[in-house]
């Protein structure tokens, strides 16, 4: 009676319509349980005394539309809409809406489970439907004048929904995917390329559907396949009413926590069982892309049974990401890779390359490379392209410092005791093109992400790593790049050339000094910032100063208990020429040029190993045009005979020119042998200048305490008065047979290459007529060295049964006249004293070895 009451009142005060004549009944029928054409306006009933306060349900078909020339759509415009209430976004109390899409004989429908939409909108809402083939229900338990639906409609052809299909529609019929029989958004994307994929939730760019549970399989041809979502529009469970006051717009958000209702979720693989990505919900521009690790994500989009009618849903396009190079080496995690030399070498690449991380990674993630050499090698690691950024997609936030680091470890592990380098997002600087080079035969590098990533890391950088033979022939010198020492007591011979490893001819190498050694958080950060403010003036003091030379030193090392002298054998020299330099090598010591020195350091010498700076004390030096350059050129090798100890070699490079001639080279520079000769068996080296002496082999205190050699070489030098001949005699001499091999006496005199005298088994009679060595034979090269007469003796097996006596004589040389006669006096003598002169100058002629050298006298 209330209900009839008040519309009583409302007739008499002119609110309410008159009653309409008898047409109305049929005009009632127009607006509810009827077939819509396209193009007309309807509303619900409107209220009566019969139908006020009463359920009402009514049904709206919309005429076919197969006389279009592609299966079109409807459009479907919702003017004014409020139904039922929402409670717990779940259910529609007191009424709802439903809009079924699509029929039994339709490829796709949502008739089965179509949701209900409840609520107020008094805003218009935009649906655009699937299929040709829709039917909306409206139903309320009571209908009052405020509950109501109106709508307009129109037919459009699929393609002209430019913001569905994009542009160029025909060339992409697939561009939406490929739907799944029997479902309504289930749909599969293959080879998906940027523009030709088009992942979208049902009836975009207008109001999704409820109770939707679609699922999407997107496949890129590479990785990394990446969701183009960044700054596109967003709209899922944005809004749960149309009042912003009541129900203020939902940011967007992640979590399953933050979206309980109407989510999409983004799993990184083929379907449900791979890793979760991440959940989405809310309004607004879609702040960051999403990268997979692989070819393959499956996206998840689920809306409650009952909502609003206001989101819109999402759009984005897939791809994958571009420039991705697959590391050539072996896969240990999602993103931890073991890269070795062997690898690299069979795939038939000097340089191997790694990229940053370019996909989405979880919070706390760590993500490894160990660069694995071969035991004789060292590792190089430099950036070609570096990059940090403010980290821009994080997963979760990170208040503090180094929420994303690179760690670099001179080691095959991370051991902070051998830090090379540390960089963080915060506040690091960049280094583009420094070489990074490890100690050892392995570099770990370490990526570590406190927040996690949805597309990829902050910082980018492209590395490269290559591997160089870092063999040395005899002990390295610590502190320095390619120094060496030979010594006796560790190999009695050997072979060596300029340095395998050509790194050392690239100047500002950065070796693996430990930036620290704590391993405290705060520690590690402080010392990097520390190191970051000291490396900001580095590039500009770097580029201020000139090329450094590189200077190679070996040094021979022995003791006269085990061997007296070392024989250094120079085989080849190979220098080039730097296109700027113009210097010659025509004055070998001053001339700014590669060159290769050779000297006998000072006895007692204390401190660094400085080289001589002329020839003095009988050093060489070597360049690419000098005069023992010629010697390299075919004649035979330079040798070199230390008087001592102790010989030193150095190689000298010009920085200027150093890395356009010689890095990544691998001819060598020089190429040597050496020994270390004269044992305790030998005796003294040298004798010095005497009237007569003489020596025994082998030396006969030596034998109480040396064990015999299996073979040995003795070199002695026997100086000479000057202007002085000399007489050699051999005595009791033993060879063990007659091949050379086990027995070979040689004398050489100053200067000459070749031997004046070789005797072996074979020929020892030899020996018994050796002719006289006159002073100028015996003349030095050099005016300061003293006439001198070289034996060397050698035997390849059982030395200790060879046995000899070597004795010498100086004679002097008688006055002659310009003529060659001897000079005679004026003076008067007795005939007494004539004849003792004649006896004296006949003294000894009884032991020279023949009437000939005695003539030359």
Known sequence: MEAWALLLVAALAGLWPSLPGPGYVAARKDHCNKTVDVYEDVGTPEVTPENFGKPLTCTYRFRSLRGARRDGILRIRFKKFKVGTLVNASTCLGGYMQIIDGNAKSDLSNRKEPGEFCGESEQPQTFISETSFVRLLFHTDNFTDQTYLSFDSRAEEQFEVYLRYGQHPELYPNRRGQVLPGTYCERVFQDCKLQTCYVQSPAYPGVYPRHLHCRYQLNTRLPFIKLYIENEEFNIDGHRCENIMTCPMRPISSGSQNCPYDYIRIYDGKNETAPVIGTFCGMGKFPYSIIGTGEDLFVEFVTSPAGPLLNTGFHFNVGNWPGHVEPVGERTGTCSWRLSSKTLSKAGDSEGIFLSVAHWYPPHTSCTYLIQGEPNQIVRLY???????????????????????????????????????????????????????????????????????????????????????????????????????????????????????????????????????????????????????????????????????????????????????????????????????????????????????????????????????????????????????????????????????????????????????????????????????????????????????????????????????????????????????????????????????????????????????????????????????????????????????????????????????????????????????????????????????????????????????????
């Open 383 to 857: 950036f070609p392209s570096f990059r940090i950024n403010r980290i821009e997609s994080p997963i979760e936030p990170w208040p503090g410092d180094c929420g994303e680091s690179l760690t670099l470890y001179d080691a095959s592990w991370p051991d902070d005791s051998r830090i090379i380098k540390t960089f963080c997002d915060t506040f690091s600087r960049a280094l583009e093109k420094h070489d990074f080079v490890s100690t050892g035969n392995a570099l770990f590098i370490r990526f570590e992400s406190k927040t996690g990533s949805y597309s990829g890391s902050s910082l980018y950088y492209w590395a490269h790593y290559d591997f160089f033979n870092n063999t040395r022939f005899g002990d390295p010198v610590p502190g320095t790049p390619c120094d060496e020492t030979f010594l006796s007591w560790r190999s009695r011979s050997g072979v060596l050339r300029s340095p395998l490893n050509t790194l050392i001819f690239k100047q500002g190498a950065t070796t693996s000094a430990p930036e620290r050694t704590s391993t405290a958080t705060g520690a590690l950060i402080m010392a990097a910032r520390a190191q970051a403010v000291q490396e900001a003036a580095d590039p500009f003091l770097a580029a201020a100063l000139p090329p450094k030379d590189i200077r190679c030193t070996y040094r021979f090392v022995t003791d006269k208990r085990l061997f007296a002298r070392i024989i250094l054998n120079i085989h080849s020299l190979s220098f080039k020429t730097a296109a700027y330099n113009t210097a010659t090598c025509g004055e070998c010591w001053s001339d700014r040029v590669d060159k290769l020195l050779a000297w006998e350091p000072q006895l007692n010498s204390t401190g660094p190993l400085e080289p001589p700076t002329n020839s003095s004390g009988g050093a060489v030096c070597l360049c690419k045009n000098n005069a023992y350059g010629a010697v390299m050129g075919g004649i035979g090798p330079l040798r070199m005979v230390s008087q001592g100890e102790e010989l030193a070699l150095q190689l000298l490079v010009d920085g200027g020119g150093a890395v356009s001639s010689y890095f990544k080279h691998n001819s060598p520079l020089f190429e040597a042998e050496y020994r270390f000769i004269h044992g305790p068996l030998c005796g003294p080296t040298l004798h010095r200048a005497a009237d007569e002496g003489d020596f025994l082999f082998p030396h006969l205190e030596a034998l109480a305490f040396a064990e015999p050699p299996r073979d040995i070489h003795c070199i002695w030098e026997l100086q000479v008065h000057r202007d002085r001949d000399l007489w050699l005699h051999f005595e009791k001499v033993k060879f063990p047979s007659r091949n050379c091999s086990d027995g070979k006496v040689e004398v050489f005199l100053p200067g000459k290459v070749q031997p004046f005298l070789t005797v072996c088994g074979d020929n020892e009679t030899a020996l018994r007529t050796l002719p006289m060595l006159s002073s100028k034979e015996l003349t030095p090269l050099k005016p300061e060295h003293e006439p001198s007469v070289t034996i060397h003796f050698t035997a390849f097996s059982t030395p200790a049964r060879t046995a000899f006596k070597i004795a010498w004589t100086e004679l002097h040389h008688l006055p002659r006249t310009p003529e060659g006669t001897l000079m005679t006096s004026k003076l008067q003598q007795p005939k007494e004293a004539v004849v003792v002169a004649n006896k004296a100058e006949a003294v000894g002629a009884s032991s020279r070895p023949s009437s000939a050298a005695a003539a030359a006298l």
